[in-house]
T-cell receptor
Framework: AQSVTQLGSHVSVSEGALVLLRCNYSSSVPPYLFWYVQYPNQGLQLLLKYTSAATLVKGINGFEAEFKKSETSFHLTKPSAHMSDAAEYFC???????????FGAGTRLAVHP | DADVTQTPRNRITKTGKRIMLECSQT?????MYWYRQDPGLGLRLIYY???????NKGEISDGYSVSRQAQAKFSLSLESAIPNQTALYFC??????????????????FGPGTRLTVL
């Protein structure tokens, strides 16, 4: 069975600081991994995805994530936070070709001046 | 225009009422999904459909039913709403397998959500 753990339900950073949102997964098969972002009062938007190609995945808005099989991790980073990055971020794992996503509980990112 | 739309966007109802949430998509995708979002729990899958004749239960289907009226429409019903069904509900779509590109078929596209309150 697949599962996702996001460490830290709330993360707060200063504008311009590094953003690091943690995600660890459990999967009995090679996983597909995703990061989604949810802005206030909106649906989820895909930031980036890992589908067994390059382990360092670049996404939209300057975000990237690195797949580390040995650590079962897929942490999301951005070198310099912007006020517009304030949102909730969800890590998700998909089982093979079944298209069913298992989501983590989410991490709410606050960016302060 | 949005590719995945949900109606209504907000709904307040009373315990015991029947409620239907509707989802429509113009992406031409075969697969559709219903999720609910609760604070601290992320999104959980209620039902999913891989085509018009295929309906499957997700991890939390009790108290819900669905109807896939056409490729583009997937409705979620609460036959007798209860307060713990108060949540944010999302519809999503994805291509079937194989997709137009090998990397695209597994991405899900989400609607804007329906906020349901059951009093």
């Amino acid at each position: 069975a697949q599962s996702v753990t996001q460490l830290g339900s709330h993360v707060s950073v200063s504008e311009g600081a590094l953003v690091l949102l943690r995600c660890n997964y459990s999967s009995s098969v090679p996983p597909y991994l995703f990061w989604y972002v949810q802005y206030p009062n909106q649906g989820l938007q895909l930031l980036l995805k890992y589908t067994s190609a390059a382990t360092l995945v670049k996404g939209i808005n300057g975000f990237e994530a690195e797949f580390k099989k040995s650590e079962t991790s897929f942490h999301l980073t951005k070198p310099s936070a912007h006020m517009s990055d304030a949102a909730e971020y969800f890590c998700a794992v998909m089982a093979g070709g079944y298209n069913k996503l298992i989501f983590g509980a989410g991490t709410r990112l606050a960016v302060h001046p | 225009d949005a590719d995945v739309t949900q109606t209504p966007r907000n709904r307040i109802t009373k315990t015991g009422k029947r409620i239907m949430l509707e989802c429509s998509q113009t992406k031409g995708h075969d697969r559709m999904y219903w999720y609910r979002q609760d604070p601290g729990l992320g999104l959980r899958l209620i039902y999913y459909s891989f085509d018009v004749k295929d309906i499957n239960k997700g991890e939390i289907s009790d108290g819900y039913s669905v109807s896939r009226q056409a490729q583009a429409k997937f409705s979620l019903s609460l036959e007798s709403a209860i307060p713990n069904q108060t949540a944010l509900y999302f519809c999503a779509t994805s291509e079937g397998f194989p997709g137009r590109t090998s990397a695209s078929y597994n991405e899900q596209f989400f609607g804007p959500g329906t906020r349901l309150t059951v009093l």
